[in-house]
Each structure stands twice: as C-alpha cells, then as structure tokens.
C-alpha cells in the first residue's frame, strides 16, 4: 500500500469520520462563545476541553459504532454539551440555546454538502480531493452566514435568550436525537431515497433556527414594552414631581411679591438693593408657560428653567387647547422625550447662535401637527426610520424615539424624523377626535426661554 493509499484510507476511515464530526462541531459551538464572559484561564481550558472532547467523541464513538450505532454521531451531540460551560459564564439555558443552534448548523451545512456531492456524482461518505474541497468551501459559506445573521441577534439580547425559549430547547433537542438516529443508515447515496431524505434534513435545520430566531423578534417587542411602560410610569411621576415644583415657585413669586410691599419703609440704598434682589428672584417667574394645557406647561415650565441654565434658546408656538383629547401623561412623555433629546444635542455646541431649539404645536383642520427641530453637529445614523442612539448604555437610552412614536401611533398619527444639512427635525401628525376638532377660538401662546445672562 503507497503512502497515498494509506492516507486516504485513513480519511475514509471510522476515526477520521468521528474526529472531523466532533471537530466541527466543537468549531461551531466555540463561535457562539463569543457572546458570553470567558472565564479565567480561557485558553487553558479551551486547550484542555478541545482535547478531551475529540478524544472522547471518537472513542465513544468507536465503541457505539459496535453496540449502538444508531447513537455513535449523537454521542458527540451530547459531550459538546459541557463545552461552553467549561470555558464560559454564562446561564445554562443560554448555553444550552446556543450548543443546539451551532449543532444544527452544523447539521444543515453537512446536509447541504452532501446533497452538493451527490449531485456531482460523488459518493458523500467518500472523501476525495475535490469533495473535500467542495465541502469546506460550502461548510464555511453555510457557517459565515449563519452567524452573520444570529451573532447579532444574541449580543442585542445580552442573555436571556435561553431562559425564555426552555420548551423549544427541549423540542430541539428531541428532534436532534431523531434525526441523528434517522441519518444512521442514510448516510451512502445507495440508500433509499437518499435525496428526500437530505431535503428533509436541511428543512428540520432551517425549521428549529426559525423556531428559535424568528421569536427574537417578538422577544424584542416584549422587552421594549416592557421599557416603555416603565418610562411611561416615569414620565406620570415625573409629571407629578414638576407639577408640584411649579406649585411652588407660583407660591414663591406670591410671597416676593408680598414683600416688595414691605420694603417701602427702608432707607433709599437699602430699598433698591432690596427691590432688585426681589425683581431678580420673581423673573423665574416668565418661565412659567401658559399653553391653555396644564400638562404641558407644567413640562414647558421645566424645560425653560434648564434651557435658561444651559445657555439654550427655546421658542415655541403652542395650541394648548389642540392637545385636549390626549392623555396628559402622554403628552408629558412625548414632549419631554422630544424636549430632552433636543437639549442633549444643542447642548455641548460651542456657538451659542446654534443652541436654539423650536417647537411648534398647531391645529390645522382635523389634523394636529407637532413639530422640534434643532441643529445638531453629530452625524445621526437611522435605523428602521429611527435615529440610533449615541449613548453608551443602549439597554438604557434609545428608548425615547420609540415611546414617540408608539404615542403618535396609539392615537392613530404617524412620527417622522428628518436630518439634513445639520438640522434634525421631528414632525408628528395625529388626527383630532371629530368631537374635538373644532376647539376654542384662541390664539397659541408663544413664548421663548432666554439663556440665563
């Protein structure tokens, strides 16, 4: 036998079939590592868990293959369990998850290989040249996009992921064992309906990765939910909060007010230096916006004490009365998200000319249209008709657009968001109850929030 001979006997050998099975295996499951916290000594224990791991897959694998063949591939199913475990943190459910998605396309990228050899003539449990060539370049390809499209998702979620799908991680891994039990004896392209078989196979891969990504998202929509009703519960706290400050401060421009009377009777030098602490300390009370709708001059009123502070212009144009048939926790939480992420922006611009922000808010027929806009100097990047947000702690910010345009689209309107030449520009259209369309004869109330001198 020549040195050729010998190697390719090897190759089409017990041993061979078994390493490489367990190899790629271990190859993809150690892909999705990359979502969870290495733990110390990482590449110890990889080093360590790779070994032992192909050891032991081919050993029980040789052994199977005698006494139960039908279980000789699925053994290395059930090693590879430990892997991810071994070398990282993370919840076991989520490892779980993860292991059973990597066997599958693992599964789905030898299925697609061999129908590809097949169908070039080859037999798929021989090894030649060309196949194996064949097949690497498909099994790479398969693997590239399949993480392409699942590593995203599973760092978007950052855990969780298994926890929530138990019952289909057990349906998977049932159906895994079938189908590793079926491929047992249709596996040569003599086998009967060899072809079917395969497609089968590819449709039973593709069918548990939909299964198990297709949820994300709807898990997704949960979370952001669930976030969003948190933020609206905020926003009706807050709401109360500032409601209660400007109670307040109407109480403490009174009481000012009162004691400008009681300063007549002091000397001239002390009368005017009096006088002018009082006017100063009662001027806080311009800020104070009379829109014709309580919720949001309780916001308005907020917002230009801190525009003032900021050094930032805010000038509106307001039809209070336009706003009536909204929930006034809406429209604390609509304005207020606007109004706070134009201030984040105009904020840090160091020409004081551009730290301008406008707000309008007209009625126009059955229509009532609100608009913000604000230089911006920062590129915005957009997603799904959004901007993305620039803060760090995404899990935190970047909300705020969302709960915008859930609140237009409750009321049946529609949020657009626009960014050009350093303008970004937000519009919201929401149609007017028929009932409430018609409003009250009166004008909207302007008014501006001047940078504090």
């Not at 049932?174 to 079926?182: D, G, K, N, Q, T």
């Not at 997603?383 to 970047?398: A, I, K, Y």
């Amino acid at each position: 036998m020549s040195f050729w001979d010998g190697i390719s006997e090897f190759l089409n050998g017990d041993i061979f079939g078994y390493l490489l099975h367990a190899a790629e295996v271990a190859v993809a499951i150690l892909i999705f590592g990359v979502v969870f916290q290495k733990r110390k000594k990482f590449v110890l224990r990889i080093v360590l868990t790779l070994v032992l791991f192909l050891a032991a897959s081919t050993a029980l694998g040789l052994l199977l293959g005698k006494y139960l063949p039908y279980f000789r591939y699925f053994i290395s199913f059930v090693l590879s369990l430990g892997i991810l475990p071994v070398c990282f943190k993370a919840n076991y459910w989520d490892e779980l998850f993860c292991t059973i998605t990597a066997v599958v396309i693992q599964n789905l990228s030898y299925s697609l290989a061999c129908i590809v050899a097949a169908a070039c003539g080859w037999d798929p449990v021989e090894i030649t040249l060309y196949s194996a060539l064949v097949e690497a370049v498909l099994y790479v390809a398969v693997h590239l996009v399949c993480f392409r499209i699942c590593l995203p998702k599973l760092k978007t979620d950052k855990g969780g992921f298994g926890v929530e799908r138990i019952s289909l991680i057990i349906l998977a891994f049932v159906m895994l064992l079938v189908v590793y039990i079926l491929q047992y004896d249709k596996q040569s392209l003599e086998a009967y309906e060899y072809f079917s078989w395969r497609i089968m196979f590819i449709v039973f891969d593709l069918l548990v990765l939909f299964m198990f990504f297709a949820m994300y998202d709807k898990g997704q929509l949960k979370k952001e939910n669930e976030i969003l009703d948190n933020m609206q519960r905020s926003a009706a706290t807050q709401y109360e909060m500032d409601q209660r400050s400007i109670e307040l401060i109407n109480i403490k421009c009174h009481d000012l007010k009162n004691q400008l009377e009681s300063i007549r009777d002091l000397s001239i030098e002390e009368k005017d230096s009096a006088i002018s602490d009082a006017e100063n300390a009662v001027m806080i009370y311009e800020s104070i916006a009379k829109t014709g709708n309580k919720s949001l001059d309780v916001l308005l009123s907020n917002k230009c004490l801190v525009c003032e502070k900021s050094g930032i212009r805010l000038t509106y144009v307001v039809d209070g009365d336009a706003l009536d048939f909204m929930n006034p926790v809406d429209i604390f939480s609509l304005f207020g998200n606007a109004l706070d992420n134009a201030i984040r922006a105009v904020a840090d611009i160091e020409d004081e000319h551009k730290r301008v922000i406008r707000m309008e808010c007209r009625r126009r027929g059955q229509f009532l249209f609100i608009s913000f806009e604000n230089y911006c100097e920062k590129n915005v990047r957009f997603r799904n008709g959004l901007p993305v947000t620039s803060q760090e702690d995404t899990n935190v910010h970047g909300y705020g657009m969302l709960s915008m345009r859930r609140t237009a689209e409750s009321y049946g309107g529609v949020m657009d968001v626009q960014f050009r030449d350093s303008i970004f520009s937000l519009s919201i259209t929401v149609p007017i109850p028929s009932d409430k369309a018609a409003g009250p004869d009166r004008p909207p109330e302007t008014g501006r929030a001047r940078p504090a001198a």
